[in-house]
């Protein structure tokens, strides 16, 4: 138990459709992460928020789009997927944004059909 | 954002020290190294964190020499079930240095024999 919980663990999506992945931490963590981790592929981190505030976006596609209503909890809105989107979406929480190390949750296996 | 390169895998047996060497060249002055171990379908976990010389936890010790441009992960009689990805990230600031992305590489993968 890492403290931090994505649901779904899996799901299946066609192209046109719209999902959302959830992430909770019961951590009290200040900032939270989306990475993808697509096969035989690193670790690509996706958003950063900070007290609920976006402070990162590397150069994410907008048919993701992510959510941060309080400092606990983490959206990632999808819709209009493409197949190459098929991944392992992580989530990932720390105390604060300065370096301190990440929390990560189990994943949701992702795939577009 | 500093770059990192590791040995794409790594063989041993049980009851063996591993040592895993991850070059960093490009680390800046308040970069940390920070070593994770991700098990197949899980995310990766938090290891052991360190900025110069040594660090030591209960499951592992972070070797780091002056010049920082390296760091070696070392793992004590190692069991099977340390079979896993590990990953060594640089280019995590401090406070006040504005610098704040986590760059995983492609990591090391260990397999661990009886």
């Known amino acids: 138990e890492t403290g931090v919980t994505q649901t779904p663990r899996h799901l299946v999506m066609g192209m046109t459709n719209k999902k959302s992945l959830k992430c909770e931490q019961h951590?009290?963590?200040?900032?939270m992460y989306w990475y993808k981790q697509s096969a035989k592929k690193p670790l690509e981190l996706m958003f950063v928020?900070?007290?609920?505030?976006?402070?990162e976006n590397n150069s994410v596609p907008s048919r993701f789009s992510p959510e941060c209503p309080n400092s606990s909890h983490l959206f990632l809105h999808l819709h209009t997927l493409q197949p190459e989107d098929s991944a392992l979406y992580l989530c990932?929480?720390?105390?604060?944004?300065?370096?301190?190390?990440?929390?990560f949750g189990d994943g949701t296996r992702l795939s577009i059909l | 954002l500093a770059k990192t390169t590791q040995p794409i895998s790594m063989d041993s047996y049980e009851g063996q020290e591993v040592n895993i060497t991850c070059s960093h060249n490009?680390?800046?002055?308040?970069?940390?190294i920070t070593w994770y171990q991700q098990f197949p379908s899980q995310g990766p976990r938090f290891i052991i964190q360190?900025?110069?010389t040594k660090v030591t936890n209960e499951v592992a010790s972070l070797f780091i020499p002056a010049d920082r441009k390296s760091s070696t992960l070392s793992l004590p009689r190692v069991s099977l079930s340390d079979t896993a990805v590990y990953y060594c990230?640089?280019?995590?600031?401090?406070?006040?240095?504005?610098?704040?992305?986590?760059?995983f590489g492609s990591g090391t993968r260990l397999q661990v024999q009886p």
């Open positions: 990932a929480s720390s105390q604060d944004n300065r370096g301190e190390p990440q929390h």
């Open positions: 951590l009290g963590h200040n900032a």
């Open positions: 928020y900070s007290l609920e505030e976006r402070v």
């Open positions: 490009n680390i800046a002055t308040n970069d940390y």
């Open positions: 360190g900025y110069k």
């Open positions: 990230l640089v280019g995590v600031g401090g406070p006040d240095t504005g610098r704040r992305a986590l760059t």
